[in-house]
Structures are given as C-alpha cells and as structure tokens.
C-alpha cells in the first residue's frame, strides 16, 4: 500500500513532472509553475475522462491522458506566469488530441527505433545491502517506493521491475545497463549479475542490452586495476567503460586529461579493444569536488585520443544553473562541454557525443530551457552526435521522457535569434537510437528482425498494461540529504 504521503495512484500524471533525481543530484524543488500545471492536467483530464465515459486512471493511461499534460505545459508556459505562451520551444500537440485518441496517436505513439543508452538496476541476489561500508541500499530502503508490496524492499529495484518499466511500460527497444559506483563488495550491481540481466534479455542472435565496465583509478591502482580491465573486456565482454570522475576518497576524483589516471585508463581501454568511454560530467555531487564533474577536460582528452569514443553522460548538464544562450567563457553546465571540444577543434563529425540522461528529464517540464539545451546540442554537436538516456530506473518508466521528446519542437523565434536547427522527425529518430546504433555497432534491421521471435516482445504483447507512473529517487531535499549521510557522502 502507498504511504499516506504518497500520491494515490489516480492521481499520478503519465507526464511526470514532480522533483526527483537519479541520486547524484539535488532535487529541484516544485515551482509554483510546475503546481499549476499539476493541478491543470487533473482538471482537465477529470473533464475529458467524463466527457468519454472513462475511469481518470484509464484515461490518464492512454495517449490522450499525456496529451493532457503536455498541453497545460503549452498553456502555462513554464518559463514565466502561468498563461504566458512558450517562447523558447513548445509541445506540437493538437487540441483535440485531449479527447481524441487518434490525434494524440499522431504525435505521441511513434515507431522510431529506440536505443536507451543509461539505464539502471540493482541486484537481490546478493547482500551487497548487508555491508556497514556506504552503499546504496543505506538510501533504497528508506524511499516510498521500498513499500512497493514485494517480499523484500530490494526487489522494489531489480532485474523485474526494470524490465518492467523499461521494456514493457515504455517503446524502448534496445538498452545499455549503466556501471554503479563502488568496488565489488558494496556495488549494487556486479558485472555478473549485470552479465545475467543481457543473457536474460537476449534476442536471437541479437542482445536488448550491452553492459558497462566501472573502472575506478582511486580505488584499485596498477596491476590491480590493469587485471580489472581486462577481465571486463575479455570475460564479460563490456560494450563500454563507465568512468566517474567526479568519484573519489574524501570527494577527491581525478581528471579525464591526467596523465596519470584518465589518460591511463583510456590508452589500456583501446589496448583491450574497447574504445567506447562512457563518462559523468555534469551534476556535481553534494559533497564531492565539483572540478571533477566540470567538462572542460572532454576536449583535451578526446584530441589525445582521437580513436576512443567518448559519451559524455548528461552532457555536463548541472540542474541549479539555468541553461540560456550558449556562453563561450561558461567553466561548467552544457556550455563548458561545447567550449571544451570545440577548443580542441573537435567538430561535428568527431568523437564525442552528448547524452541526455537526467538532462532532458529535468528540462523538459521548462520547454524555454529545454530550446536552449537542445538547441544548443544540435547547433554544436550536430543531429548525429546526440544520444537517447534516460537514467530509467529512477524516474520510473521513461516512456514519458519518449512522448515528450517526440512532441517537442523548437520555435522558428529561438531558431532564427540564436541560430539553432529545427527539431525535426529526422533528427529525433537519430537522437532516439540511430546514433547509439552506430556507436556500439548495431544494425537495426537486424534487431526489428530478430525481434519476430523475442520472447521479451512476445510476453509483452501478452502484458495488460499497468503503468505506475512512479519515480524511484529522491524527491525531496531531506530525502537527498538521507542518502548523503546514509552512503556518507558517497554517489547514488
């Protein structure tokens, strides 16, 4: 059963758009805005669901309850009094599309082809939670959703509910089951049981998931962490390395440009035949240097080693700076991750590419903000240097994350003021998964035919559709603060 301080389920809006975040950052607070769109969105799907004949939560199930959403955002504006009309960007969604199906079908329903390249889970097969060393089972336990109703509060967060949330509740197609911090005997989430989730999830002769190798130079140094890389290479076979920089003891982590530790990292990873660096910049860490989530050590790396690849996870994106018009002189957010490349005279053609994960989770209930970020990304980066995250699990199911990013479009005003690219259908189906295809060399006529005989495609096809339209982390600053000093300081 919920806690009396949740949400009742009928109340939960498919568009989620309360504060959460995926555990490495502060939850930014509601704004009144944001509650009056809240409060909107109920009102008007209470009025279109009598106006069907529908019970609330079945509307708010189909594809009309998200137009709903999407349109008290339009209405509001989001990026100053309610009932200003959006200047910045906007959600394409027509007025009908409220109480009829087809027309939210339009814009909302899709068949792109769609790659999630961060998602997450932890595991219940081990006690990993049972150690006094911080880990994140310190935090799990004491959120709403450990009161999920399964036997244990672990399994409110594993392989099931994963594939749940993203495989069935969402048109993801194909994903990347992201690194956790921590060394073996904390980390929620071991490169076996990361190894298990892909085996399980396997198409014939196609994988739905490639994994990640967490490499952490401050914890294992040398022969040690030599032999780690390559047992993750040659063993497990990761698709890529994650490396959190910003990671360290007493919050001390490490450049991507030293000598010492990034660069050494990076040259033993295309030693091994892994060229892919999966890297956290961005959302800074209470309690951790802040110099080490800064972008601005990208570029340099990436023009010492022009034959890695590097994903840069949230593009450096920080939620408590607003993004505006791109600043050249910028030392942090989206903005120092454009400045570093383009420094190194890195274009839009090289090896580094900008991933959305949490970033467009956070920016998409502010359509101005949401312009200038995208706008910016397709401006400097280009269409085919974006990738799709979504940090799924944390914020629940991501189709919202899809729907929303299906309707968004950049407006001619922000596009002719600041120079950025239209949105277009094109672009977003490379953004959404053609992009990720490339770099970890999938072919995705291979996989939409391997998927005629997907056992995961089959028992969804037999799935009565239950979406929760829940988040999983914390919500409030005191839940943020519970984490920090349960994990002492230590990442989510």
Request: with cysteine.
């Amino acid at each position: 059963m919920p806690k009396k301080s949740e949400p009742d389920p009928g109340d939960r809006l498919p568009i989620k758009l309360g504060p959460t975040s995926n555990g490495e950052y502060f939850p930014t607070p509601l704004s009144a805005e944001i509650e009056h769109v809240q409060h909107e969105a109920l009102r008007r799907a209470d009025r279109a669901a009598r106006r069907l004949g529908m019970a609330r939560r079945d509307f708010l199930q189909s594809t009309s309850g998200a137009a709903t959403v999407l349109l008290a955002l339009n209405a509001a504006g989001c990026a100053g009094q309610a009932g200003a009309a959006p200047r910045g960007g906007r959600y394409a969604v027509p007025p009908e599309a409220e109480h009829e199906r087809a027309a939210a079908d339009t814009v909302l329903a899709g068949d792109e082809f769609i790659f999630d390249v961060q998602t997450h889970h932890v595991s219940g097969e081990r006690p990993w939670y049972e150690t006094p060393q911080p880990n994140l089972g310190m935090f799990l336990r004491t959120i709403p959703h450990a009161q999920c109703g399964a036997p244990r509060w672990v399994d409110c967060f594993t392989r099931d509910p994963f594939v749940k949330e993203v495989f069935f509740d969402s048109d993801t197609q194909l994903g990347v089951l992201s690194a956790l911090w921590g060394t073996h005997d904390i980390n929620a989430l071991s490169i076996e049981e990361a190894a298990l989730t892909r085996e399980r999830m396997a198409m014939v002769g196609a994988p739905r998931l490639r994994i990640h190798g967490i490499v952490l130079p401050r914890a294992e140094e040398g022969v040690e962490l030599g032999d780690r890389m390559h047992d993750l290479a040659e063993t497990w076979k990761v698709a890529a390395w994650k490396l959190y920089p910003v990671w360290g003891e007493n919050g001390h982590g490490y450049r991507l440009d030293d000598p010492a530790t990034g660069l050494a990292i990076i040259e033993r990873g295309l030693a091994l035949g892994v060229p892919l660096f999966a890297v956290h910049k961005g959302l800074p860490l209470p309690g951790m240097d802040p110099a080490f989530t800064s972008p601005l050590d990208v570029g340099p790396a990436a023009k010492a080693f022009p034959r890695a690849t590097f994903l840069i996870y949230h593009s450096g994106f920080e939620p408590d700076r607003r993004e505006g018009p791109y600043d050249p002189n910028a030392q942090r957010g989206v903005d120092a991750l454009i400045r570093s490349v383009e420094a190194q005279g890195i274009g839009k053609q090289g090896n580094v590419y900008a991933e959305l994960g949490s970033l467009w989770r956070e920016v998409m209930k502010d359509p101005e903000q949401a312009a200038h970020v995208i706008g910016k990304l397709l401006a400097h980066f280009g269409e085919d240097r974006i990738l799709w995250g979504t940090d799924a699990i944390w914020y629940g199911s991501p189709q919202d994350q899809i729907q929303a990013f299906r309707a968004f479009e950049i407006s001619p005003e922000f596009q002719e003021r600041y120079g950025y690219p239209a949105l277009t259908r094109e672009a977003k189906a490379k953004i959404f998964g053609l992009n990720a295809a490339r770099v970890y060399g999938v072919d995705p006529d291979e996989i939409q035919s391997a998927r005629r005989w997907d056992p995961v495609r089959k028992a969804r096809n037999e799935y009565v559709p239950s979406p929760s339209f829940q988040t999983y982390g914390p919500r409030t600053r005191r839940e943020m603060l519970t984490l920090l000093r349960l994990n002492r300081g230590q990442p989510g």
